[in-house]
């Protein structure tokens, strides 16, 4: 780094310890060359529903400060919050439901702005496997391989997912995979609460479009999110509940994600023991 070319005005020794910091948080991408405080952003106008953006760029957030926010934090605190997250899940819900087949809902998704995760990702993770599956599997968000192949659970905790499936004789042309999220939080954080929302009502009519007869939730976020409910993955995984598609009961099984497998393997015992119970199940499907 020469001097003058650097805009933070710091030494090559200090760069490189600030990248090193970087990557040992689980950063991995480059967005841009400065940091944006969006703490100091000013409300942006509401954005169109779905307008189908030619540049990808972020779109405003659509945020203003609350009695809440103004309450919560101490005075000359600049903080904002989201108040406009059901209003956003109202559209998304509205485009969605539109959607006649998966076909149609892929491509709204692909022209949907209101979830920022979609501009830093690098694709849309719609699905993989087979739409006539019996059995739909569904997860949190891809992953950094997810991203770049656009398919879902393709990396290392989809490699052990597919040793699972196979242990009870299923492979991607006996189940149908997606995620609650279609794209990669940045440096796999967990989604947020509002980005979770308004991704909800898509994964939720793909859902009613697989119309499958047994539903697999991977995973704590997915399993909280798609049952709503705030009972941990500890307590949910294993026992059989339901999910509402249309006027069906659906038996739904929520299980430990296989990246949490990988790092705790002690716990693939309950896995295999979920499997089991799921290849009972649907051996028992009428
Ligand atoms: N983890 C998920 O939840 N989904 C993927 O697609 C990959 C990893």
């Not at 040992?24 to 942006?44: C, M, Q």
């Not at 990669?184 to 994964?203: D, K, L």
């Amino acid at each position: 780094m020469q001097d003058g070319m650097d805009p933070l005005n710091i030494s090559r020794a200090e760069a490189i310890a600030l990248l090193q910091y970087y990557a040992a948080a689980g950063v991995t991408e480059a967005l841009s060359d400065v940091s944006v405080n969006r703490y100091d952003l000013a409300p942006a106008p509401a954005q169109a529903a779905a307008a189908p953006s030619a540049v990808r760029s972020a779109p405003p957030a659509q945020t203003r400060t609350s009695p809440v926010a103004r309450s919560a934090f101490p005075a000359g605190a600049p903080r904002t919050i989201p108040l406009e997250q059901d209003a956003s899940a109202s559209i998304a819900r509205d485009i969605a439901a539109r959607c006649q087949s998966l076909d149609e809902l892929r491509e709204a998704l692909a022209a949907y702005d209101g979830c920022a995760l979609k501009f830093t990702a690098k694709n849309l993770v719609f699905s993989d496997g087979n739409p006539e599956a019996r059995i739909m599997l569904v997860g949190e968000a891809p992953g950094r391989d997810e991203d770049i192949q656009g398919l879902p659970f393709v990396g290392v905790s989809g490699q052990l997912l597919d040793r699972m499936l196979a242990s009870i004789g299923l492979d991607r042309t006996k189940v149908y995979i997606a995620n609650v999220l279609p794209w990669r939080p940045p440096g796999n954080r967990t989604p947020t609460p509002a980005e979770q929302a308004v991704c909800m009502p898509f994964i939720e009519r793909q859902i009613e479009l697989v119309d499958p007869d047994i539903l697999v939730f991977l995973g704590g976020v997915s399993a909280k999110q798609m049952l709503n409910t705030p009972e941990g993955i500890m307590k949910l995984r294993g026992r059989w509940t339901s999910y509402r598609i249309g006027s069906r009961d659906v038996p739904a099984l929520p299980v430990f994600h296989p990246a949490y497998l990988l790092r705790q393997p002690a716990q693939k015992r309950f896995a295999w023991r979920d499997f089991l119970s799921l290849k009972h199940k649907i051996e028992n499907l009428s």
